[in-house]
């Protein structure tokens, strides 16, 4: 399990190369990224649930993103596009295709509905961290605008 | 310097600000507050943007009765976020007066010409990145070895067919099918490798992460049109990798009968 933190780790620093990602957040990116993909794993080994266990691994990698977004002063996305890397459902889409060509309809349906449940699962997450902490950018904003 | 040259050297300043940022993946209210941020250092009485990803808007009030109003149409859409960082940097440094105008100009102009990631260590790193996730999802060292190349074929097309303003729907379309190539001539012709992993690790960079991210970040801070956009793209890009790595898929089934 260790080892496949670490093949996390690196995936996530790698991938944030690849889109030009800052590099004094490049180490941080990774933490994220490993953070995210360990919760992931926990709970989709130990207790099957891979809908739940993307949920809060997305959710511990954005409220992360935000965190270290005011630490560095950058923008949040820059930690995390990269951070959820690891949890996008890529084998799932790949698998549903697969069940898909070979005419297996039932079986591509199921796979199929639990990819969109997981890439919705992440999506709330990011939604819930990103209502959390707009408030508070957004209030301090107008104070010294006055418009 | 007088007020009205003033005046238009920070819209010019916003409008190379926000289109720098769109045009290299920021999400869309940061574009707008960061060139209300600007508008706002001195002299101008009011300003209103409005961002869509594919263009930015901004009208600001100078004087009582004295309004001028620019629009910038954004074509290309990259992600870069080492620019997004750096307008980011020099707008926080622009408000605390750190840099003047024609400073933060000279940066800016600087930073939209300039080419700031190689392609050659995008490639690279999108391969070795495709290489781990192979590993991470169970394959063999094998597998990782061949995904990586494959990983970094993909990147480079996804580059190239942006470079040569061919649809994102194509490109991706053709990174997908040629996962799926690589994946059946190694693990079915030259049995080496798997087959699933190769394709899932070599299609990881091409997933829709950043258009999800901004899609619900835009829709969560009031930018509905924006967020939309967004999501129709991240659905229309996995299913154009979907359906890449689908047709050959098909077509190698229907050829031979089954795995």
């Known amino acids: 399990m260790l080892s496949k933190v670490m093949f996390a780790y690196f995936a996530t620093v790698f991938f944030a190369i690849s889109i030009n990602t800052p590099k004094k ?25 891979d809908v739940l266990g993307s949920f809060v691994g997305a959710l ?7 965190y270290s977004a005011r630490k560095f002063k ?26 898909l060509v070979q005419n297996n309809y039932e079986n591509a349906i199921n796979t199929g509905i639990k990819t969109i449940f997981i890439s919705g699962s992440i999506a709330v997450a990011i939604a819930i961290s990103s209502s959390i902490f707009k408030r508070q950018s957004k209030s301090s904003f107008n104070k010294n605008t006055n418009s | 310097m007088n007020q009205e040259t ?54 600001v009030r100078t004087d009582t009765y004295d309004y001028s109003t620019s629009i910038k149409r954004v ?45 050659f260590l995008s490639v690279s790193s999108a391969g070795i990145c495709s290489g781990i996730f192979a590993l991470l999802s169970g394959g063999s060292l094998t597998d990782g070895i061949i995904t990586a190349f494959s990983g970094a074929l993909i990147q480079f097309i996804s580059l190239f067919t942006s470079a040569r303003n061919i649809s994102f729907f194509l490109g991706n379309m053709m990174a997908g099918a040629v996962a799926a ?17 190769i394709i899932i690790g070599s299609i990881i960079p091409l997933l829709p992460g950043l258009a999800i991210t901004s899609a619900i970040r835009d829709t969560i801070y009031g930018d ?9 793209e991240a659905i229309l890009i996995a299913v154009s990798i979907a359906s890449g790595v689908g047709i050959i898929l098909r077509t190698w089934f229907i050829i031979t009968g089954g795995l």
């Open chain 2, 224 to 232: 509905l049109v924006s967020g939309t956009v967004r999501g129709v």
């Open chain 1, 74 to 99: 950058m923008p949040a996305t820059v930690f995390l596009t990269s951070g959820i890397i690891p949890l996008v459902p890529g084998a799932g889409l790949y698998y549903t295709m697969l069940e």
């Open chain 1, 25 to 49: 957040s490049i180490y941080f990116t990774g933490i994220n990224g490993a953070v995210g993909w360990l919760i992931y794993f926990l709970f989709s080994y130990y207790l099957g649930a």
């Open chain 2, 6 to 59: 003033n005046n238009k050297s920070i819209i010019r300043v916003a409008m190379l600000a926000g289109k720098i940022m769109l045009e290299n993946g920021a999400e869309t209210y940061r574009v707008e507050d960061t060139m209300e941020r600007i508008c706002y250092i001195s002299g101008i009485l009011s300003a209103d943007t409005y961002a869509t990803p594919t263009g930015i808007f901004l009208s």
């Open chain 2, 181 to 197: 190539v690589i994946g059946i001539i190694f693990s079915i012709i030259f049995k080496i490798g798997n087959l699933d992993k």
């Open chain 2, 75 to 119: 074509h290309t859409r990259t992600t870069d976020l080492y620019k997004v960082n750096m307008v980011n940097d020099v707008s926080r440094k622009l408000v605390s007066k750190e840099i003047s105008l024609s400073e933060a100009l000279d940066i800016l102009e600087n930073l939209d010409e300039k080419n700031t990631l190689p392609p």
């Open chain 1, 60 to 66: 511990v990698v954005a409220l992360l993103s935000e």
